[in-house]
């Protein structure tokens, strides 16, 4: 929608609509659909105030807590940020200088060596020092030492997700989120079966509540990413991953395009076809954006419903390094273009329980877009007793994040792990805590 209000309209109607999202939160849903229609292009994101441009339930009733209208824990300091504040890094001269790695800083590396002598050998790591002003320093650990990603893929399929988008609306990125918010899907058994469980908030009632996804669910295209990145639901990952998919083959057709008419296409196209064509909608965009299939690669559905109807084709790895990449091509605006970049990267601001890394205590005023994984396998042995995230077969653990802290401190860091017997999650956040500590006094 083209804007042609003067400057001194636009400063009138952005005041207008913070004074309309404030009685928006305590009456009825109508003029969700009237400030998205009025609000310019830069306003159309979020985070926690995010929900009348994305019809993302639970942020309205993060708002309300905030707001104080709603008791119940408050949001950490770090977690407070609003749309405006949520920014890009590196599109800059010094993101031009990092179309490769740099060097290893010897200072920094030395400092990351000595967190390592007593931890497992299999631990991983690549970490990138990117704060303004400063200069750009570099420290790795078996950067290219590859990983079963678990749930850290997700960050493949919601490239593939902004990239479908994109062949949809080549010229309108609002018609993108507009897409993203109206088009509601149904899980199906794509979804099942997952034990992460998803919010459900509505915001006439104020009634809220968690749980497993069943197969009637219904959200927006907006909610199934919000529940893969934000909580890691399995089965949102699936639904995701199918509509892509679906995104792919119907192109133009797809906002119309029926359930039934979906599940006639997955029951008539071999299994071959969809194979491939799963693949390649969550493996090109890394490619894109150089990284190589070696490197990282997604082959397989998140959920065993989904895996019954598309199998997996060739595994799934990752490394540090690669994952490294990832972060940097988002900082750089380039996964896509600038705007999905930039909603990827809201999308992973964690407005919702910190785990693993992520819950560091040094990390509680620092703003953290973070995405963890993990799977585990076990076998009969005797004296063991497998429990979750304690496999004795495998036992990966993985964390991506990076962190913004209020003093102008900016870091990425890729954090990959096998520790065979062990929840990891307290060592990881040991060196959260750690990794933090040498970037601020490096």
Not at 289 to 299: F, K, V
Not at 378 to 383: A, L, N
Request: overall charge positive; glycine content about 6%.
């Amino acid at each position: 929608m083209k804007n042609n209000l003067s400057s001194k309209n636009k400063s009138g109607l952005k005041k207008w609509i913070r004074k309309v999202f404030t009685l928006r939160l305590k009456r009825n849903t109508l003029f969700l659909f009237i400030l998205f229609l009025i609000a310019e292009p830069a306003l159309q994101a979020y985070p926690i105030d995010g929900y009348l441009l994305t019809g993302i339930r639970r942020l309205a009733r993060l708002q309300l807590i905030l707001n104080g209208e709603l008791k119940d824990a408050q949001p950490i300091a770090g977690a407070r940020k609003k749309i405006a504040e949520v920014h890009l890094q590196l599109e800059n001269a010094k993101g031009d200088s990092l179309l490769v790695l740099p060097k290893v800083d010897a200072g920094l590396q030395k400092k990351l060596n000595a967190l390592f002598p007593n931890l497992d050998e299999s631990y991983s790591v690549a970490l990138l020092d990117i704060t303004p002003g400063k200069q750009i320093k570099y420290a790795s650990r078996q950067e290219t030492k590859g990983f079963q990603p678990g749930s850290v893929g997700k960050l493949a399929v919601i490239a593939g997700l902004f990239a479908e988008l994109e062949r949809l609306y080549p010229n309108s990125f609002e018609k993108r989120q507009e897409l993203l918010r109206t088009k509601f899907v149904r899980a199906g058994r794509w979804a099942i079966a997952d034990e992460h469980t998803v919010p459900f908030y509505n915001p006439d009632t104020k009634e809220f509540y968690k749980r497993t996804v069943r197969e009637d669910d219904v959200f927006s295209l907006y909610e199934w990413a919000d529940h893969m990145l934000s909580v890691s639901n399995n089965g949102a990952a699936s639904v995701v991953w199918r509509e892509l998919i679906l995104m792919h083959h119907f192109g133009v057709d797809y906002p119309q395009l029926t359930e039934s008419e979906a599940d006639e296409f997955f029951k008539i196209t071999p299994k071959a076809v969809l194979q491939k064509l799963a693949v390649q909608v969550v493996n090109e965009p890394l490619q894109a954006i150089g990284i190589e299939e070696n490197e990282w690669r997604l082959g397989s559905m998140f959920t065993q419903g989904a895996k019954s109807i598309i199998p997996g084709s060739g595994g799934s790895i990752g490394s540090p390094q690669a994952l490294l990449k990832y972060l940097i091509a988002l900082e750089r605006g380039k996964i896509v273009d600038h705007n999905s970049s930039l909603e990827i990267k809201r999308l992973l601001y964690m407005t919702d329980r910190r785990i693993r890394y992520a819950s560091s205590p040094r990390l509680s005023n620092a703003a953290v877009y973070f995405k963890s994984g993990s799977l585990y396998q076990c076998k009969p042995e005797e004296g063991f007793s497998c429990k979750k995230y304690m496999g004795n077969v495998q036992n990966y653990m993985n964390s991506v994040a990076i962190i913004e802290h209020p003093d102008g401190t900016v870091y990425l860091v890729a954090l990959m792990s096998n520790v065979l017997r062990k929840n990891s999650n307290v060592d990881h956040l040991v060196l959260a805590s750690e990794i933090d500590d040498i970037i601020r006094k490096n």
